[in-house]
């Protein structure tokens, strides 16, 4: 299944598609069908073959019985679900990413610090076709990982480029349209940022802690070279509505990370 194929499937279910089930309780299971393959969803086998031809939607058995609903993954369902070693970025913030970052069709885009590759797949599909997306990652294990998960869940894309080295050594790239790090100093990467980025650039930092956000944002204000530097969070809360009952639900997905995000200057205003 190519990349295009992933972003935007239609028609029958088909082998080695990723599949979401979800049983009665709501829970979800991650799976990817392979054919004359069986998975086990809690401990009950359901093959692979039963699924591929189905329309989504469709409402299946499980050997002992129980009800599952088929469907494509959405990417809020996909990115929990990834293999990792690494936290990833959740989807409430790679939509401000995508948003903020103002990353979309044909863009070039750079990104440092891939983890498990769950912001990739997302840039992948909000560059499209027409973009292109090199990403770099120093630990190999992380690197292979997001190799991994970017075929599995978004095909083969050849407009992307995983590089295994150290970005503080330099980036390749030049006239960058955005640019993307997940890295603990990104304040110290800011002399290897400035050359890469076209004027106008935008670049997006996603920082756990915010004494991280307040030494990036001094080092962006200090550089010379960039401007209109905003920091966000981004809070979600779902709600229970059923019957007669509707309230919050018990868990919210309160704090994860901070974004900063900042625009490259023109040379002749540093």
Same mark, same amino acid.
């Given at each position: $299944?190519?990349? &295009?194929?992933?972003a935007?499937?239609?028609g029958?279910l088909?082998?080695?598609?990723?599949?979401? /089930?979800?049983?009665?309780?709501?829970?979800?299971y991650?799976?990817v069908?392979? *054919?004359?393959?069986?998975m086990?969803?809690?401990g !009950?086998?359901l093959?692979?073959?039963?699924?591929?031809?189905?329309?989504?939607?469709?409402?299946?058995e499980t050997?002992?019985?129980?009800?599952l609903?088929?469907?494509?993954?959405t990417?809020? *369902?996909?990115?929990? !679900? /990834?293999?990792r070693?690494?936290q990833p970025?959740?989807?409430k913030?790679?939509?401000p990413?995508l948003?903020?970052?103002?990353i979309g069709?044909?863009?070039h885009v750079?990104e440092?610090g +891939?983890?498990?590759?769950a912001?990739?797949?997302?840039?992948?599909? &909000?560059?499209g076709?027409?973009?292109r997306?090199?990403s770099y990652?120093v630990?190999l294990?992380?690197?292979q $990982?997001?190799s991994? !998960?970017? +075929?599995?869940y978004?095909?083969e894309?050849a !407009?992307?480029?995983l590089? +295994?080295a150290?970005a503080?050594?330099g980036?390749?790239?030049?006239?960058?349209?955005r640019?993307?790090?997940d890295l603990?100093?990104?304040?110290?990467f800011?002399?290897? &940022?400035a050359?890469?980025?076209?004027p106008?650039a935008v670049?997006?930092?996603?920082?756990?802690?915010?004494?991280q956000v307040?030494e990036?944002v001094d080092?962006?204000?200090a550089?010379?070279?960039?401007?209109?530097?905003?920091?966000?969070? +981004? /809070?979600?809360?779902?709600?229970h509505?059923r019957d007669?009952?509707?309230?919050p639900t018990?868990?919210m997905?309160?704090?994860t990370?901070?974004l900063v995000?900042?625009?490259r200057l &023109?040379?002749d205003?540093?």
């Amino acid at each position: $299944m190519s990349a &295009a194929d992933e972003a935007g499937a239609r028609g029958l279910l088909r082998d080695r598609e990723p599949v979401v /089930l979800i049983d009665r309780k709501e829970r979800t299971y991650l799976r990817v069908l392979r *054919q004359g393959g069986r998975m086990s969803i809690r401990g !009950n086998a359901l093959a692979c073959d039963a699924l591929i031809g189905l329309p989504e939607g469709s409402v299946v058995e499980t050997a002992g019985g129980d009800p599952l609903i088929v469907l494509r993954p959405t990417y809020a *369902q996909l990115i929990p !679900n /990834l293999p990792r070693r690494a936290q990833p970025i959740y989807p409430k913030d790679v939509g401000p990413i995508l948003l903020w970052g103002h990353i979309g069709p044909g863009d070039h885009v750079v990104e440092v610090g +891939t983890g498990p590759g769950a912001l990739t797949i997302a840039l992948l599909r &909000a560059v499209g076709p027409t973009g292109r997306l090199v990403s770099y990652e120093v630990r190999l294990d992380f690197a292979q $990982m997001a190799s991994e !998960n970017v +075929t599995r869940y978004h095909g083969e894309a050849a !407009n992307w480029t995983l590089r +295994t080295a150290d970005a503080f050594e330099g980036l390749l790239e030049r006239d960058v349209d955005r640019l993307v790090i997940d890295l603990a100093e990104p304040w110290r990467f800011l002399p290897v &940022a400035a050359p890469a980025l076209r004027p106008g650039a935008v670049l997006t930092s996603f920082l756990p802690t915010v004494l991280q956000v307040k030494e990036l944002v001094d080092g962006l204000r200090a550089h010379g070279g960039f401007g209109c530097v905003e920091t966000l969070e +981004t /809070l979600v809360r779902f709600w229970h509505v059923r019957d007669r009952s509707v309230r919050p639900t018990h868990r919210m997905v309160a704090h994860t990370g901070f974004l900063v995000f900042a625009r490259r200057l &023109a040379r002749d205003a540093l």
